[in-house]
């Protein structure tokens, strides 16, 4: 039985990579699955079979035209059901399975179902917005290299540096979190979106601060922005789980008990590979121990910037984190 797998894969999510992984254990176990890439979509086609070139399936890139033809060709095409809409006049139903869970299946009740515990669709729209990543570190790659999706949102609010910066920081986080056994997803998300308001100026975040988190301040310039940045990545970007705004919020003044995934972001936003400064010693650390790595960090930090006496206790969240983690001596 020769089964057509149809899809843009426009993102690659990892419900889709599931299905890659092992199709027989969803399909006809004597079967023959084969990959039709369509080309249409955001991500560019190239990307998108680079990605597919991981699994180890016949594949081959088609335009929407060509699905009616090809389609001949198959005994079933597994169609994910967030796509079938725009392919269903193309497909002859009695040879559609879709993939997905049944709640996405709606109206195409009648049509078999290769149920996957994800919600496909909603996978896919989170992470076009931005608002979620469940895709292979391979597939933010592509996304981060083609500027993407969400992210000319986020690019017009930064200088170009500033960007880059936050591209690096969220490839970093992402490794140190995995190595650690934390939500790597996440730890993109808090990286890519951890420098959100550093742009806006000092008097527009004080305002705005003076508005929604008079609590904080006053406050000093550096650190403005991860007060700012927390807020607003839930008011703009829609981003609401609480760990990835508390891990924002502390990323440059860190505080007294810091969880592993703020530490994360914070030795990340140090450490990534671009900084003008030598960072892979405590970012190997990070990789092995987190909490070792973040104690490195901080270390690294405090002797440089008492060597070029600069002030670096100017906040009491920092105060506080020096006192907690290296002791009262570390405050002279």
Known sequence: MRILFLSAFDPLTNSLEQFLLDPCSYVDSSSSVEIALIQEGELSPQSRENLLSRFPLARKTISKAEISELSLCYDSVVVPALEYPFYQEQIDPKKVILLGSNQERKQYSSLPLCNIPSDQSREQQLLKEGKAFYASKEALEAILNEDCYFLPKLRKRMKESRYSHSKQVALTCYDIAKA???????????????????????????????????????????ALHQFTGA???????????????????????????????????????????????????????????????????????????KRKNIPYLEHELTKEMVQHYLGKDSLC
Do not use: W
């Open 180 to 222: 650690n056994g934390l939500n790597a997803n996440k730890a993109f998300l808090a990286g890519i979106y951890h420098d959100n308001s550093k742009d806006y100026s000092d008097e527009v975040q004080i305002q705005y601060l003076k508005e929604h988190q008079r609590e904080v301040l006053p406050c000093p310039s550096f």
């Open 231 to 305: 807020l607003l990545v839930k008011e703009d970007f829609g981003i609401t789980d609480p760990l990835v705004r508390d891990a924002i919020a502390c990323h440059c003044t860190g505080k007294r008990e810091m969880n592993s995934f703020e530490k994360c972001l914070f030795v990340a936003d140090k450490t990534e590979p671009t900084r003008p400064f030598e960072t892979e010693r405590e970012r190997n650390i990070a990789l092995m121990n987190i909490e070792e790595g973040f104690l490195a960090v901080l270390r690294s930090q405090i002797d440089y910037f």
